[in-house]
């Protein structure tokens, strides 16, 4: 949902965004095809208002935690906030929501500025297949001539996988190494 926030800020504040790097952001279009079961999510928030989350540890075991550079104190922090914050109100109507949103930003055009788009393989819970999550993007953005893709061969959570990597690519990307296509 941030690369919808991204390309929304982008269109409403042009000023104020100079470019936007996406490490496997989301854009309109998955929304066209991405089943939502605001049920679930209910269930989910019923869960963990009583507790029960707690009872499946493994259900905080997240990218984060297993692949990512937190030190013991900061997964501890991440467990705790994850039992006391999962599926809250804001994040059940932020769900609701996501389609409708999607079509405000997919309605208002691509933002006409530089871009620098970090692709997953597509697991990790899109629900989409390789191939599929990474042309949804590039379909998107096929008639905008300043974006470019990197491909990452790890889960959507991207940042806990090739943080060296994008890191890189950012710098490269902020001194000038625009990858425009």
Avoid at 128 to 146: G, L, N, V
Wanted: proline letters at 4%; aromatic letters at 12%; a negative charge.
């Amino acid at each position: 949902m941030s690369g919808l926030e991204a390309l929304r800020w982008a269109q409403k504040y042009p000023e104020e965004v100079e470019a936007i790097i996406g490490l496997d952001m989301a854009v309109p279009d998955y929304y066209d095809e991405m089943n939502i079961s605001i049920s679930v999510l209910k269930l989910g928030q019923c869960g963990a208002a009583l507790g029960l989350t707690r009872w499946v540890p493994s259900l905080a075991e997240s990218d984060a935690i297993q692949f990512g550079t937190l030190s013991d104190k900061e997964k501890d922090i991440y467990r705790a906030v994850f039992y006391q914050r999962t599926a809250t109100a804001t994040m059940i109507n932020e769900a609701e929501k996501v389609k409708e949103n999607a079509n405000v930003v997919k309605e208002n055009g691509i933002p006409k500025v530089p871009m620098l788009l970090f692709l997953s393989n597509g697991s990790g819970g899109t629900g989409f297949t390789k191939e599929k999550w990474r042309s949804i993007p590039k379909e998107f953005f096929s008639e905008y001539a300043e974006v470019s893709f990197i491909e990452l061969d790890c889960p959507h959570y991207v940042h806990d996988y090739e943080y060296e990597k994008i890191s890189k690519e950012i710098r490269n990307f902020i001194n000038g190494k625009y990858y425009i296509q």
